[in-house]
Each structure stands twice: as structure tokens, then as C-alpha cells.
């Protein structure tokens, strides 16, 4: 829980230093912070948040531009997952209140309409599975194909670990992004998950990447790491290079073993923000589940102004999240345009 990467004593730099290296090294040369560097960020006071939150937003705009990128998701297969990752309300393991379901094609292509009538260029299908059957997979067929037939999206998918073939298969079909999470560093892993390996969840990620698609993937953050662990995360998302980080805050759901965790604070959740767009400047930084308690409307706003570039629209996957409108209209009123499908293309 303790064990430590970094390998000098950030906690011995001055916090005008840390800033004004970071200023120097990601902003200005273009190379993100590494371990070290993103636990020094990590561990600056309160007092310098509101400096680190606009570096954070200074990265985002020169290396990636004002455009903030709009998704929505779907779930076609909602609970009953045999896998034990401690946060998830889907886990059929725990007694959490979410029921097993899935959803038609007729449904999907609905949600896909819905989901570009927002002006969302991403429409991510996720299914609660450790990896997809044959089942799943003639029905992502059908699909991708039905949804393409009608609406003008791009595709993504979230269904668990991969084998090669599936990839290929999933690659060939037209999906354009593939979402794992490694849901947090290495060596904390095994406090979250004990079913599957993040050995595993880094594999899926490496094929995905190899096999032309685009890779989305992150995780949470406030499942009980050290800060040090944290930074561990941002220097191995950092490692595989995702076009996309989905920074997802605990949201503690009950039933599940973390149901009793406190809810990270939000100059926490902000400075988390802020060192991950540092470690990343060029990647698609998406807030995911759990902001509205971690941040509420204020902070949501604030992160958007210190390196968040993407936003779900909608639902989350087993909580309500804020309806479209009030995120599209906030982007408006930040002067933030949403990108375009055709550039994306
Ligand atoms: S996070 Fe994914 S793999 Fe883990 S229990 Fe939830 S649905 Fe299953």
C-alpha cells in the first residue's frame, strides 16, 4: 500500500520550482511530468491550486485546443459481472442494487440517434463482462453494422479483456476506440481486484493500440491509493501513450467493499486533475463517474478550466449523471466549442 516509485524526495522541492519546471518542461518543450514530477504536483498546498489549475488549462489549449470532445454510452449488458473490482456496483459478487439486463439492437441504435442529436461525436457501447462470449460478440456485429446504417458516429467499445481475435474482429467491424481501464497503478491493484491481473488489463491495452484502434484508458482515483501511488498511475498511463483518459472519482456505491469509502476532496480531485494533464498534455482527458459529488457544479467548472478536454453526455453506467443540456451549456458558456465528427475522422 505504502511502496513508493518515485525516485527522489519530492516532498523536498519548493512548490515554486515544482510549477515553474512544469511550466518549462510540458507546456513550452511539450513532455509530460514524470513520476517524480506529478507526486511533487500532487503534493502542493491548497494555496497554489488556482496557479496549477491554470497551467493545467494553458496545456490543454496549446496542445490540444479549445474543442472539448462529447460522448455518450450505452450499456448493452448492465450487472451480473463475474469479476470482484471493489468499486463496482456491477460485480454479481457484491449485493449491490443493480440488476443484470441487456439491451436490443433496435434500443442501441436508438441510444446512438439520441446520443448525436446532442452533437457527440462518440458513441461508446460497454458491456459488464470480464470479456466478450461469442454471444456478445455477433451481437456487437450486428450492432456497430445497424448503428452505422443510420447514424453518422463513431464507435467505441468497452467490453471487458480481449483476446487477439477479438480484437481483429472488433477492429474490423469499424470500431473506432477501444476503452480498458487500468484502473489504477500497478501496485495497488491488488487491493481493488483479486480476478483478474492489471498485467491483464495492460495486455488488452497493448493489442488494442497495436491493432489501429484508438485506445481509451484510465481509471479511478480516491479508491484508497497514496499519493504516491497516483503518480504511479499518471507515469504508467503516461507509458502506454492512450489517445484518451477517462478520470473516473469514486463514487461509493453501496453493497460494494469500497461502499464505505469517503469521497475524495475536491481540491484533491482538482490538483488530481491538474498533474494528469501535466503527465498527459496531449491525450483526451474525459471526466468520467463521479464528478458531480467530487466536484459538484463548481468544481466541474473549474476542471474544465485546468485540463479536462471530453465530457460524457448523459448517463454514467450505474448512476444518474447531469443531463446533456446542462453540460452543452456550460461548454457554451466557457466558450468551449465541441469538436466535430469530421475531424475526428
Ligand atoms: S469494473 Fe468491469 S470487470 Fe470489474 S466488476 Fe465492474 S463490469 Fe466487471
Known amino acids: 500500500m505504502t511502496q513508493t516509485h518515485a525516485s527522489t524526495d519530492s516532498s523536498a522541492l519548493r512548490p515554486d520550482d515544482v510549477l515553474a519546471a512544469a511550466r518549462q518542461q510540458v507546456l513550452v518543450d511539450g513532455r509530460g511530468l514524470d513520476e517524480t514530477q506529478v507526486l511533487a504536483v500532487l503534493r502542493l498546498g491548497d494555496d497554489r491550486l488556482s496557479e496549477l489549475l491554470q497551467l ?15 460522448e455518450g454510452i450505452v450499456s448493452v449488458k448492465t450487472g451480473g459481472c463475474p469479476e470482484d473490482c471493489h ?80 480484437v481483429d474482429s472488433l477492429a474490423s467491424m469499424g470500431v473506432h476506440r477501444y476503452n480498458h481501464n ?3 497503478a500497478r501496485s495497488h491493484f491488488p487491493d481493488v481486484v483479486t480476478t483478474h491481473t492489471w498485467e491483464e488489463r495492460w495486455d488488452t491495452c497493448r493489442m488494442v493500440r497495436v491493432a489501429g484502434m484508438e485506445l481509451c484508458c484510465g481509471g479511478i482515483v480516491g479508491m484508497g491509493e497514496t499519493l504516491e501511488q497516483r503518480a504511479e498511475f499518471a507515469a504508467q498511463l503516461g507509458a502506454l501513450e ?19 469509502y ?60 447531469r443531463s446533456p443540456e446542462e453540460d452543452l451549456e456550460l461548454l457554451r458558456d466557457l466558450q468551449m466549442p465541441i469538436k466535430a465528427l469530421s475531424a475526428t475522422l
Open 182 to 184: 487500468l484502473e489504477t
Open 87 to 166: 468499486f463496482c456496483s456491477q460485480s454479481g459478487l457484491f449485493p449491490s442494487p443493480v440488476r443484470a439486463a441487456w439491451l436490443d439492437i433496435p434500443s442501441l441504435v436508438a441510444a446512438a440517434e439520441e446520443t448525436a442529436a446532442t452533437g457527440a461525436t462518440e458513441f461508446c457501447i460497454v458491456a459488464a463482462v470480464r470479456g466478450p462470449d461469442q454471444r456478445l460478440m455477433g451481437q456487437m456485429r450486428e450492432g456497430v453494422a445497424a448503428i452505422k446504417a443510420a447514424v453518422d458516429i463513431n464507435v467505441a467499445a468497452s467490453l471487458g479483456m480481449l483476446t487477439q481475435e477479438q
Open 262 to 321: 469517503p469521497v475524495i476532496e475536491t481540491a484533491d480531485a482538482l490538483r488530481t486533475i491538474a498533474a494528469f494533464r501535466l503527465a498527459l498534455p496531449r491525450t483526451i482527458l474525459r471526466y468520467a463517474g463521479g464528478r458531480e459529488i467530487a466536484l459538484g457544479d463548481l468544481g466541474t467548472e473549474q476542471g474544465l478550466l485546468g485540463g479536462i478536454n471530453a465530457v460524457i453526455v448523459g448517463n454514467y453506467l450505474t448512476t444518474l449523471g
Open 56 to 70: 493545467g488549462h494553458e496545456v490543454r489549449m496549446r496542445w490540444c485546443g479549445p474543442e472539448v470532445e462529447v
Open 242 to 260: 492512450p489517445d484518451e483518459v477517462p478520470l473516473n472519482f469514486l463514487n461509493p456505491r453501496p453493497g460494494t467493499p469500497f461502499g464505505e
